[in-house]
């Protein structure tokens, strides 16, 4: 039972450089999100998915893009890496109205 | 901007004392969840209560919620060193889409 399965645990990238962080629920959930978690600063919505084939912005979209590929699978890609995106990053997926089920985070390190 | 803020920041506390955190919020909800964060982890949901309940109850848990005064707050009876963790309040704002809204959370140290 894998819930929410979050691609990479962790990564290095230098300023510039882009890279896609992959997540997969197995729930049959219709809405799933992507937050950021910084200190002191709790989480912040990048982008959110209410159904296959929709996207939204949240509170802090600017330098990621999604793509909801599939019921399945979201994913949130930064194009050109700046040291302000240095976070963790969480997927969560919930059935409408219900609780949110999270993965275990990436730890993006941008140098 | 958070929606929901927790208080307090911090709280340290002895095993078998009783934990009390608060959240506030600022618009209408549709309901209002506590989730907990284990250090390193993803979040893990606790507790949903609806716009229309008062209190509910899990376990060690009791949630109040009071939307006159747009505030709830967790209680955790008994604690244990296992309950070392982070707790976030998050709120489901009612007239529009399911866009659950974080606060900072409260740190919660258990010593045993």
């Known amino acids: 039972n894998a819930g929410v399965t979050q691609t990479p645990k962790f990564q290095v990238l230098k300023t510039g450089q882009s890279m896609t962080l992959q997540c997969a629920q197995d729930?049959?959930?219709?809405?799933m999100y992507w937050y950021r978690q910084d200190p002191g600063m709790g989480l912040r919505l990048i982008y959110y998915?209410?159904?296959?084939?929709?996207?939204d912005k949240g509170e802090v979209p600017n330098g990621y893009n999604v793509s909801r590929l599939n019921k399945r699978e979201f994913s949130l890609r930064l194009e050109s890496a700046a040291p302000s995106q240095t976070s963790v990053y969480f997927c969560?997926?919930?059935?409408?109205?219900?609780?949110?089920?999270f993965g275990n985070g990436t730890r993006l390190t941008v140098t | 901007s958070q929606q929901g803020e927790e208080d307090p920041q911090a709280l340290s506390i002895q095993e078998g004392e009783n934990a009390t955190m608060n959240c506030s919020y600022k618009?209408?909800?549709?309901?209002l969840q506590w989730y907990r964060q284990n250090s390193g982890r993803g979040l893990v949901h606790l507790i949903l209560?609806?716009?229309?309940?008062r209190e509910k109850h899990s376990g060690r848990l009791r949630v109040t919620l009071d939307t006159s005064k747009k505030s709830s707050s967790l209680l955790i009876t008994a604690s244990r060193a296992a309950d070392t963790a982070s707790y976030f309040c998050?709120?489901?704002?009612?007239?529009?889409?399911?866009?659950?809204?974080f606060g900072r959370g409260t740190s919660l140290i258990v010593h045993p």
């Open positions: 998915s209410a159904s296959e084939g929709t996207t």
């Open positions: 209560i609806r716009s229309n309940e």
């Open positions: 729930m049959n959930h219709n809405s």
């Open positions: 618009t209408s909800i549709n309901n």
């Open positions: 969560a997926s919930s059935a409408a109205g219900s609780p949110l089920h």
């Open positions: 998050a709120t489901d704002p009612s007239g529009g889409s399911y866009i659950p809204t």
